[in-house]
Each structure stands twice: as C-alpha cells, then as structure tokens.
C-alpha cells in the first residue's frame, strides 16, 4: 500500500510538469486555504516560484528516508 502511495505522488507529480496545476480543491483538506497546499502552490493552482523543486525534494527526502527503514 505504501509503494502504491509512492508511486502514484510521483506519477501525479511528473504529470503536473506537463500540465502544473494544483489539482481540485477537494483534494486538499483545507481547499484553497491547506497551508500545505500553500507551500507549493498558488490560490490560482500555479507553481510558486521554487514550488516545483521544493515539491520533487520532498518527494526524495520521503523515499530516500524510506529506503533507509
């Protein structure tokens, strides 16, 4: 299940290179307002500027610190 998890956060985020966007608000707990959704995106669904790379760091620090269990 986890794997699953994995998998479908970096499918979603290699998709949203291509089409970047924050995905529909019921996605996120706190719609518009998430403060999570606030680190990496803006109230439009944009990017913020170093929101990308910050997003693909947390995504490796994640796996990385997985594969050290």
């Not at 479908?8 to 998430?34: I, T």
């Not at 680190?39 to 796996?63: K, Q």
Request: hydrophobic share 50%; with cysteine.
């Amino acid at each position: 299940m986890l794997a699953s998890m994995v998998v479908g956060s970096c499918f979603s985020f290699f998709l949203g290179v291509f089409r970047p966007a924050a995905g529909p608000d019921w996605m996120w707990a706190g719609g518009r307002e998430d403060v999570i959704r606030g680190l990496y995106f803006r109230p439009n669904g944009s990017f913020r500027r170093y929101g990308r790379a910050a997003l693909f760091l947390t995504l490796v620090a994640g796996g990385s610190a997985l594969a050290c269990l």
